[in-house]
């Protein structure tokens, strides 16, 4: 649910290496007006997988496309299995420091603005409550037919009720917050309708293959364009719905900043990319800055 669509790239060898240096970061978040872009990586210290940094997921889980949820019955049974019985420890994962760091520097007037490519609700979680969830959120559900959207909360509860005694053992899960079963263990799960209309129902997030809605890509293209520099956290900027932003930066001469531990996409378009861990990083920059990083959440 992170690509749409899914690409493949090979990190070009004409471009530096990342640095340790994170005294261009720092800087840029001094002036002010910063725009943070964050993605997946930025959320492995909660214990949510990336796909693509070590030991990504990609290398082991096709994410569901749209195509494949509204055309198959089946399909839509087996990524509700999987997606809730995940969704029991993604909706436990709290907000790491690298996410308590970004909403301190917003506290303090450092940052014009949040874009996360995540649907986990931890950069909300730790205070950022303005940031724009660029792919939507896990924690709401829609009806395809009549609209209608309720929280997940309440969705899990019904297919626990639909489905006792449901407690297979998940190899692992994803970013998506799908978990990995087998079909044997999917099994005869049940799917339940859309309580207002008997509906089917999906997560309120943007699927693989499916577009992003035009007001929200406008909203973050105005963010950026009111950004004095746009410091991408956390992703590899694979897919477009991303590096649309560094390169519209880019072209605009608005300063790129990246700290991401491998290579991204976006690379050739960047001041600076620093490679080190998120949470260390980002507390160190605003300890530098004389931000205290506090553990509040909401």
Known sequence: MRMRPTL????????????????????????????????????????????????????????????????????RRRYWA?????WRTFGRARPNAGHRAVAALGRHGLLSGVITQNVDGLHQAAGSEDAVELHGSLARVVCLSC???????????????????????AAGINPDGDADLTDEQVGDFHVVPCGVCGGVLKPDVVFFGEAVPPQRVEHCRELVRGATSLLVLGSSLTVMSGLRFVRQAAQAGTPVLIVNQGPTRGDRHALTRVALPLGAALTTVAARLGVPVDGRER
């Not at 990190?11 to 240096?21: H, Y």
């Not at 609209?147 to 053992?169: S, T, V």
């Open 8 to 75: 493949s790239w090979t990190p070009a060898e004409d471009l530096p290496p990342g640095t340790t240096d994170l005294g261009p970061v720092a800087d840029a978040l001094d002036a002010g007006g910063v725009l943070v872009l964050s993605g997946a990586g930025l959320s492995t210290e909660s214990g949510i997988p990336d796909y693509r940094g070590a030991g990504g997921s990609l290398t082991r889980h096709t994410p569901m496309t749209y195509q494949e949820f509204t055309a198959d019955a089946g399909a």
């Open 82 to 86: 999987r997606s809730h019985l995940g």
């Open 147 to 169: 609209g209608a959207a309720g929280p997940r909360g309440e969705l899990a509860r019904r297919l626990d009720e639909a489905n006792p005694g449901f407690e297979p053992e």
